[in-house]
């Protein structure tokens, strides 16, 4: 623990300069979707920052190399910020950020929820639902898991999202559990000797 309440490290961060005015368009493309999926902090044009971490300066030596090898410029320089009061300013950006990435979470997750309800009320309770809806629920765990992976300073708003993601899954498992009671009850409706029976109608009428 540093004197300033952080862990060794966290104190520190990378500055990252990319130029790719001699790359490709989609070297451009290529280096602003992996920064920000990376949740690096712009603060100027083609300036960024990310907290020094391990995991992520090892992706930003890899995607830097491989900018100088399309022909750009690049530069990543570990800096300290020792004003408390401006590494709280930072923190609080990083934050923001994040926090409007799990709101959007928020704000999406109540339509599962409706959809569930309304397929409920429709008397739509059956597997092929199930399946449609559990693929919406990965998407947002998946979603989740990357906001998780670049929310470095603990944004307050992450459990507003986990809590809403939860409301889905709780909802999805008791819609899966309907489901299953009515296919259950569908099929014991209909027992073996209802099943011959009406395949020998049928063959006879066929004949």
């Given at each position: 623990m540093t004197s300033n309440g952080t862990l060794p490290g966290e104190d520190r961060f990378l500055l990252v300069s990319v130029s790719t005015a001699g790359a490709s368009a989609s070297t451009r493309v290529r280096v602003w979707r992996k920064l920000r999926s990376l949740g690096a902090l712009y603060v100027q044009q083609s300036v960024c920052l990310l907290p020094d971490r391990d995991a992520t300066?090892?992706?930003?030596r890899r995607l830097l190399a491989s900018v100088r090898e399309d022909g750009g410029t690049t530069r990543c320089l570990t800096i300290t910020?020792?004003?408390?009061?401006?590494?709280?300013?930072?923190?609080?950006?990083?934050?923001?950020?994040?926090?409007?990435?799990?709101?959007?979470?928020?704000?999406?997750?109540?339509?599962?929820?409706?959809?569930?309800?309304?397929?409920?009320?429709r008397g739509r309770v059956t597997y092929a639902e199930v399946e449609e809806s559990e693929a919406d629920l990965e998407r947002f765990d998946r979603w989740m898991a990357k906001i998780t992976d670049r929310d470095y300073f603990g944004a307050p708003g992450r459990?507003?999202?986990?809590?809403?993601?939860?409301?889905?899954?709780?909802?999805l498992e008791a819609f899966e559990a309907a489901a299953m009671a009515a296919d259950t009850t569908d099929r014991s409706a209909v027992g073996p000797t209802d099943g011959r029976a009406?395949?020998?109608?049928?063959?006879?009428?066929e004949g």
């Open positions: 300066r090892k992706q930003v910020v020792p004003d408390g009061g401006e590494r709280a300013d930072l923190v609080a950006e990083f934050n923001a950020e994040r926090d409007t990435e799990y709101a959007e979470v928020v704000a999406r997750a109540p339509a599962l929820l409706a959809e569930l309800e309304a397929e409920t009320a459990k507003a999202a986990a809590d809403a993601v939860e409301a889905c899954r709780s909802a009406r395949t020998l109608r049928i063959v006879g009428e």
